[in-house]
Every structure is written in structure tokens, then in C-alpha cells.
């Protein structure tokens, strides 16, 4: 891994020690960020979408925290492929279900993420994660099937989420049950290329990603927030995580040409082979984005029969 040189402080996270950067955001503010702050950095085009999502104060497995967790400027890439229910259910808990587009065929995607500006600093993360169908029903599923290829509500079981920094690994591990652990990252997103590299152990690509940008349409400030709910066991029980994205840039290209998915040595690239994708149906990208994070809330799972 790669020897940062910035100057950093240590905190504690639940009885973890911690390091972030010195100065930071969340050396400054702890999660109770000052949005006035926020607002006069120039990557952030406005903060008005944090104002209406009021935080509070909760414990958790990482100790008394705010939330929601707010990301001020993302960008980030999903590449949604399909793949046989049967691989995929052999991935899954019991009590989850894949969400399927045909008889025998569900979603799974490779995802990608860049966090600029956020309450615990600058980092990056990737993600293998399955569409599942909503724990509140069963069925077939083409709404929500309709609403996932959308990028509006999602349902999600994640396999791998490694992250680029240690308070990102820790809330997420610790906080949020998420299969987290700390690697070199790379993404980079811009209107016009679309990149991110993740190293193993060795330094060697587990997963890299290349394609080309889809199209941007803009909107305003809270028009269009997509959200995601993601199921993690904690401490033996269910919970549910709610993301909620303020997609301010963002573009789809349907049956991608050009995307270059390179899958090397380790444990991303070993969960999309395990669930035997057969074709990428779709690429998302968001070049401006904002997200609110919450923290995970226990919910009830019952098994779907299918």
C-alpha cells in the first residue's frame, strides 16, 4: 500500500484507535459538520439538500455517533450484469432471495465509489453486491425490478466492500456489519472516462474498471434521490441500511460497448466469478452526486420461498 504523507490525529472508535487527517472534517466536527463550512468549498455545489435531513445522535457498536453520515460531493459507477438465480442464491443467506428479471436470472453488480467531500474525510470503495427483493413482500418483483434498472430504489445484499481508509473500514465493519476491509483504491470519474483500480494484499488488480462515460443529464438539488437498502447481520440479527443519493449529474448507458471489467487475484474478483455473470445489461454513472447515510435499524426478514 501505498505511505501517505498527511498529518494525521488519533481517535477512538468504539475502544479502536483510529487515524484521521489532521484538520479534517471529522477532527473538526466529529459528524456534527458545520454545513456553512461545507457550503464554501467549491467542490460542493450547494448543501441545501443536508439542511432538510436533520441529524441525531444514537449509540452504536462504534460508541454514541450522529447520523445520517453526510457525503457532500460522490461520483460514483455501477455496472449491473446478469447472472443465474441458482449461482447467486448459493452467495446468499437463507433468508434473502434474489431479485429476478426472468425466471432463473437475477442482478448483480460491480460498484465503484469516489467520497470528495464528506463528515469522515476523503475516501474510496468498491463493492460486489446482489439485488434482492425487498424484505417487506415476495413475488416476482417487477416493480422493484423496474425501480433497481431505474437507479431509483434498490435492494441490496453486498459480497465484498473495501474501502480506502480505516474509519471507513471500521464504521462500516463495526457500525454497519458491512464485509469491509482497507486496500489501495483508486477511482476516477470525470464527463468523459470512467476508471477505478482495487489492489489486493500483494498490490496486484483484484478488480479494475474502463468505460467510457454515459451522457450526463442534470438536475436540481433533491429532483431525483435514488435510494438503497442494504441487509447486514449484526450481532445475529437483521438489520436494514437506508442510503439516500441526491443524483445531480448522472447518466445510463444500456448494453454498454467498450466496458473493460478486468477481474485479477482476490476477493472482488473472486465473488463476481462465484455468481457467473453472462452479460453487463447496464452502466450508471454519477459525476455530482450527494448521499446520506444511516445508520443500520434492526427489520425482520421472512424467508421467500421460490
Known amino acids: 500500500m501505498s505511505v501517505s ?3 494525521t490525529v488519533t481517535v477512538d472508535l468504539g475502544g479502536r484507535a483510529v487515524d484521521v487527517p489532521k484538520g479534517g472534517l471529522y477532527d473538526r466536527f466529529r459528524m456534527d459538520t458545520d454545513l456553512d463550512v ?6 460542493v455545489s450547494s448543501v441545501d439538500f443536508f439542511r432538510r435531513l436533520p441529524k441525531v445522535r444514537v449509540d452504536s ?3 454514541p455517533t450522529l447520523t445520517p453520515n453526510f457525503y457532500y ?5 455501477r455496472l449491473t450484469m446478469i447472472a443465474p438465480s441458482r449461482a447467486i442464491r448459493s452467495r446468499l443467506p437463507k433468508e434473502l432471495s434474489p431479485l429476478e428479471v426472468a425466471p432463473g436470472l437475477g442482478l448483480v453488480s460491480v460498484m465503484f465509489f469516489r467520497y470528495d467531500v464528506c463528515d469522515i ?11 434482492v427483493r425487498p424484505a417487506r413482500h415476495g413475488g416476482l418483483g417487477l416493480v422493484d425490478t423496474v425501480a433497481a434498472l431505474k437507479n431509483e430504489h434498490l435492494h441490496s445484499y453486498v459480497l465484498s466492500l473495501p474501502v480506502s ?3 471507513a473500514h471500521v464504521r462500516g465493519h463495526d457500525g454497519y456489519g458491512f464485509p469491509k ?3 489501495d483504491l483508486d477511482v476516477e470519474i470525470d464527463t468523459t472516462r470512467t476508471s477505478a483500480r482495487v489492489a489486493n494484499d500483494d498490490g496486484e488488480t483484484d478488480i479494475a ?7 450526463q443529464a442534470t438536475a436540481g438539488t433533491g429532483e431525483h434521490v435514488a435510494t438503497l437498502t442494504s441487509y447486514t447481520s449484526i450481532g445475529g440479527a437483521w438489520h436494514s441500511t437506508l442510503s439516500q443519493t441526491n443524483l445531480l449529474s448522472a447518466g445510463t448507458t444500456r448494453f454498454p460497448r467498450g466496458v473493460n471489467l478486468q477481474l485479477g487475484i482476490g476477493r472482488m474478483a473472486d465473488d463476481v466469478r462465484s455468481l457467473q455473470p453472462i452479460r453487463t445489461i447496464q452502466l450508471d454513472v454519477v459525476t455530482n452526486g450527494q448521499l446520506a447515510l444511516h445508520m443500520p435499524v434492526p427489520t425482520s426478514i421472512q424467508r421467500v420461498q421460490a
Open 38 to 43: 461545507v457550503a464554501a468549498d467549491p467542490r
Open 121 to 131: 474525510d476523503f475516501y474510496t470503495e468498491a463493492a460486489v453486491g446482489i439485488a
Open 73 to 77: 460531493r460522490i461520483s460514483t459507477a
Open 165 to 167: 481508509t480505516e474509519i
Open 209 to 215: 474498471l474502463s468505460a467510457a462515460t454515459p451522457r
Open 181 to 183: 476491509w482497507v486496500t
Open 5 to 7: 504523507t498527511e498529518q
Open 61 to 63: 457498536p462504534i460508541g
